[in-house]
Nanobody, 114 residues
Framework: VQLQAYGGGLVQAGGSLRLSCAAS????????MGWYRQAPGKQRELVAV???????TYAGSVKGRFTISTDNAKSTVSLQVNSLKPEDTGIYYC?????????WGQGTQVTVSS
């Protein structure tokens, strides 16, 4: 499975973005998709996850502000990010799990100015 992420950018605090990640290849084998992010000088952290059964999980810091979803084909995962804060700045990586394998996208930069 190959993943292509897009939709990042520079936004002011309080603004919104929509990140998307398109999967190609053996997408029928995907059982979970999600997003991690990595801020400068910090470890990568889980942001949101959605299973093939549409069960979602969010990091506490983004709950109520971010929404993860997939398309009907379950081959594109999107992350609607609202009420952005400067601490949301980082590189956002999408991933898709197939069996025991985790496939990563290339990352998209989100920068939130105060």
């Amino acid at each position: 499975v190959q993943l292509q992420a897009y939709g990042g950018g520079l936004v002011q605090a309080g603004g919104s973005l929509r990140l998307s990640c398109a999967a190609s290849g053996s997408t029928f084998s995907i059982n979970l998709m999600g997003w991690y992010r990595q801020a400068p000088g910090k470890q990568r952290e889980l942001v949101a996850v959605i299973t093939s059964g549409s069960i979602t999980t969010y990091a506490g810091s983004v709950k109520g502000r971010f929404t993860i979803s997939t398309d009907n084909a379950k081959s594109t995962v999107s992350l609607q990010v609202n009420s952005l804060k400067p601490e949301d700045t980082g590189i956002y990586y999408c991933y898709a799990r197939t069996g025991d394998t985790t496939n990563w996208g290339q990352g998209t930069q989100v920068t939130v100015s105060s």
